[in-house]
């Protein structure tokens, strides 16, 4: 059975960290790119950031570039996203979503086709 299970968010203040966790089964971390989207309220929801399967790299969407940060532990299975100088325009539902069904790397929420039931992180004074 996959499954991928988020943890880590929270309310913290303008300026603040958090690191969120994505702890998967039924398939391997290192076999699929998977990342992170995010949805506000009220819009589409947003790609964040991914990890490639291949060869390990990984890509920011520019507002969060030089503030988040993606890792993976392949022994434990869990992903993670350190984020930084959080501003209140990151309050969202954080996803962590896996593309298993497909090879490469995609910018598109809709490319994704396995899905953690969100986490959510609130920022705000």
């Known amino acids: 059975q996959v499954q991928l299970v988020e943890s880590g968010g929270g309310l913290v203040q303008p300026g603040a960290s958090l690191r969120l966790s994505c702890t998967v089964s039924?398939?391997?971390?290192?076999?699929?790119?998977i990342g992170w989207i995010r949805q506000a309220p009220g819009k589409e929801r947003e790609w964040v950031s991914c990890?490639?399967?291949?060869?390990?790299?990984?890509d920011y969407t520019d507002s969060v570039k030089g503030r988040f940060t993606l890792s993976r532990d392949n022994a434990k299975n869990t992903l993670y996203l350190q984020m930084s100088s959080l501003k209140p325009e990151d309050t969202a539902v954080y996803y962590c979503?896996?593309?298993?069904?497909?090879?490469?790397?995609?910018?598109?929420?809709?490319?994704?086709?396995?899905w953690g039931q969100g986490t959510q992180v609130t920022v705000s004074s």
């Open positions: 990890i490639s399967s291949s060869d390990g790299g990984t």
């Open positions: 039924g398939f391997s971390l290192d076999m699929s790119t």
């Open positions: 979503a896996a593309r298993r069904l497909s090879q490469g790397w995609s910018v598109a929420p809709d490319d994704y086709d396995s």
